[in-house]
């Protein structure tokens, strides 16, 4: 309706002696509705005069509708009170009745006037603020573009301190962190606003992650990594949590589950459930040599941190056949940050 209306009013013309003719020609037609209707309505001489006010004072302005109110009345008391045919009125109580109609017909000029000019100002202040919201999503972007430029410097810098460090536990630590980085660089990279909260698909984002460790990590060697996601908008940090358990994982496995270039198959899985969101990654390799975490244990610890974030539980289990089943639950929808940055999201 509200489209409706701005169309109609700025397709009018703005010239008044153009609105005064339409003016004209509204109350004409209207007057002669009116005398069609008189076996009806003959009680009611003012009754069909007062909408075609209103609408013509919302259209155009005051001065169009005062025009309006005075004509109406001319031909309310020329053509439909008694004597016809005259502009006096001789019973007391049509002439007050045509006084009370004056004042409420310029009365309803006046108030469709301000209601226009409210809607006015209103539409105004709507398009200030949607332009606003523009240059700040803008700012928003480019802010988020400088960071991700940034955050795959650092990333080229830890590389490069990887190589130096050698082989050992520097070396694994450098590469994890790393690795760590990269998930948060995706995550900007997909980064997109709604309702004032930034978000991230969940489909876009596991796929992307997971399509960049076949590339980047898996290389020549026979294993391949399968990702089946549901889509779902994720919270910023929630995304961030999920990819990065999610690369660990599946980092984890390429190290550890198939040694000697064994072949095999990585399946990442989420999904959305009654109960709540569920990460799963599953390998087909040698399983669980021992008790003890191989490596530095530096990502089980954070994998666990970040599942304890997400108000979750993170379960690493052998597989009944073989291989490794790694399980993340969490609840999907995740409350406002303390900060109040935006409404709860999943």
Known sequence: ??????????????????????????????????????????????????????????????????????????????????????????????????????GVGFGIAGGAHALRRANERLRDYSDRLAAANEEKDLMLHEIHHRIRNDLQQICAQLTLAAHKAGAGAEQDIVSGTIERIGVLARVYVRLRRVEGVNIVSSKDFLESLVEDIQLGVVGVRPVAVIAEVDDADLDMSVAVAVGTIANELITNALKYAFPDGRAGRIELSFHKEETGCVLRVCDDGVGMLSERPQGTGLGGRIMQLLALQLRGSLDIEPRPERGVKATLRFPCCQAASPAGDGPAVC
């Open 1 to 102: 309706m509200e489209e409706f209306y701005r169309r109609l009013s700025s397709s009018l013309p703005r010239a008044a002696w153009a609105q005064y003719g339409i003016t004209l020609l509204l109350v004409g037609l209207t007057a002669l509705v009116r005398h069609a209707l008189d076996p009806l309505l003959f009680k009611y001489p003012f009754l069909l005069f007062i909408p075609t006010i209103f609408v013509i004072a919302l259209l155009f302005d005051r001065g169009s509708g005062y025009l309006a109110a005075a004509l109406s009345g001319l031909c309310s008391a020329w053509f439909f009170m008694k004597p016809e045919g005259m502009l006096w009125i001789a019973e007391p109580g049509d002439r007050l009745a045509f006084l009370i109609y004056l």
